[in-house]
C-alpha cells in the first residue's frame, strides 16, 4: 500500500514537473517494456532494502514472540539480533531482488499505461527522481510513524464521533 502512494506521489510530481511524452503509443508490447523497466530501477534504487528492512524487522518479531512461550523469557538482545541476521540472510537467499521484478513489473503494467509509465522513468532517472527512490523507504517509515502519532492523538475524537455516525445508522 506505501508502495502505490509512493507511485502515485511521483505521478504527481510528473504533472507538477512536466515530463509527458504524447508521442508514447500504449499498447500491451510497450507497457511490458516500461513496466520491467521501472520495476528494475525502483528495486535496484534502495525499495529492495526497504522491503527486506521492513520485512526483517516484522518476522523478527513474529519469531521473537513465538519463542518467549518455549524458553520462559524473553530474547536476550544478542540473541535477537542473531534472529534478525539469520533472517535477513534467509531472506534475501529465498527472496532475491531478481523475484520480486516480474511481480512489480505486473503492478505497475495493471495501474498505468505507457505513457504515464515513460513519464515516470524519465522523472526517476532526473536528480530529484533518483533522490525520491533512495529516500523511499525513510519517506514510508516516517511517514508511517506520524500516521501513528496522529491516529493516537485524536483517538478519542475518533471514537466519539464513529460512536456517533453509527447511532445514527
Known sequence: MKFIVTIATAVLLLNLVGCSDPKVEDSPAQRKVFSTEAAQLILSSGTFDALINQAVDQGSQMFAARMHPKLGRELTQTEYEKV?????????QTYPAKAWEAPFAELYEKHFNAPE??????????????????KQGTL?????????????????EFEKTFMRELDKR
Not at 534478525?84 to 534475501?92: L, Q, T, V, Y
Not at 509509465?117 to 533512495?134: E, S, W
Request: glycine share 6%.
Open 84 to 92: 534478525k541476521s539469520a533472517f535477513r540472510e534467509a531472506f534475501i
Open 117 to 134: 509509465l515513460d513519464q515516470l522513468l524519465k522523472f526517476y532517472k532526473t536528480p530529484a527522481g533518483i533522490k525520491f527512490l533512495q
Open 140 to 156: 514510508s517509515t516516517e511517514g508511517a510513524q506520524i500516521g501513528v502519532r496522529l491516529v493516537e492523538s485524536k483517538s478519542e
